[in-house]
């Protein structure tokens, strides 16, 4: 019986024991220490290129930087970015400040009688008034995986759209795929009231996009193993899930709920006639959205299920003229700030007078957009301007109100 071959490397000579391994080419067998030699020769005539190290990914802030958070520091931290909202930002730096908390103690039964259990949180608030701004800044500050994701695409498991398991497909991918660090992170859902029951009534035909929507996020809000697709898409049997428990996931739904104030208006019965009448007057009818409680989620749409999943209610004032204007030139990232940038980085300077600031906030009142709708308008403003300017000698660019009412 014939002994089995041993191989030998075509270069060197040396047989399959004298070397790590033996790579088999067209000619027969090359070893390995003869292509690290090749690859040399071949670097230093200039044929091939030197071997690319992968960037270290940058290193995450230390726990104890952590730690020095407090709910007044995140705060501080809100007002660099968002004007007004001091009710929501104390809401969200308590519960940031609480879920860091939970997350280095990780109490459990174990080591104590008392268990930690989150609070998600609901914020209202018409729109344009910042709350998936407060959100990005937030998200600016966190050393926890952290993401935003869109209601308005999510549809019960089985029909056209997305499960609401990919929220969590986006968590992971913002945690690099490490399940650990995703079971930490934060979400912020938006658009929560597009998934609002389209009638108060439960109907016989299936509310794909309403509350069956609310029905699958139930497990996740609460708290449960849930199986993700690693990629996100739709689910199929022969996938490979990743199990991921949303315990301490901690969850901010926000919406505008649009037509809520009406809801609201007839549970404080503010059109009242008579001798406890001088009582309803003292309620603010311009923003009846601060007197927002469960019931009146209730009646909008959202099954009492999530709501009881979201005991913290919080709500968003509308902007006035005045935080308008502070939006307008105060944040780090304030409009004025923002086209003035530009500017200079074309080597000229933009003068903004004082009275085009007040056309354009009054005229985002008249318009009812809120902050989103500043950018509109200035862009009108500013497009001229900023189509002269990089071809232009001029070195000042002053912005005048009867130029300001021309653009609007």
Known sequence: MAGKKNHH?????????????????????ICDTCVTGLYSYLQDAGVASPAVKAKPKPAKPAAESRKKLTPKAIHAYLDQYVIGQDRAKKVLSVAVYNHYKRLENNLDATDSQVELEKSNILLAGPTGTGKTLLARSIARLLDVPFTIVDATVLTEAGYVGEDVESILSRLLEQADYDVARTERGIVFIDEIDKVARKSDNPSITRDVSGEGVQQAMLKLLEG?????????????????????????ILFICGGAFEGIERRIAQRLN????????????????????????????????????????????THLDPLDETALKRILVEPKNALVKQYEKMFEMDGKKLVVEPEVLDLIVKTAVEKKVGARGLRSICEKIFTEAMYEAPSSQQPVYTVTLDFARKAI
């Open 224 to 248: 449960n193993v849930v199986n993700v697709p690693p990629k996100g898409g739709r689910k199929h049997p022969e996938q490979d899930f990743v199990h991921i428990n949303t315990e301490n």
């Open 270 to 313: 503010t059109q009242v006639i008579g001798f406890d009448s001088a009582a309803k007057q003292q309620v603010d009818k311009e923003n009846l959205l601060q007197y927002v409680s469960q019931e009146d989620f209730r009646a909008y749409g959202l099954i009492p299920e999530i709501i009881g999943r979201l005991p913290v209610i």
């Open 9 to 29: 490397c075509f270069c060197c000579g040396r047989d399959e024991s004298q070397v790590q391994f033996l790579l088999q080419v067209k000619e027969g067998f």
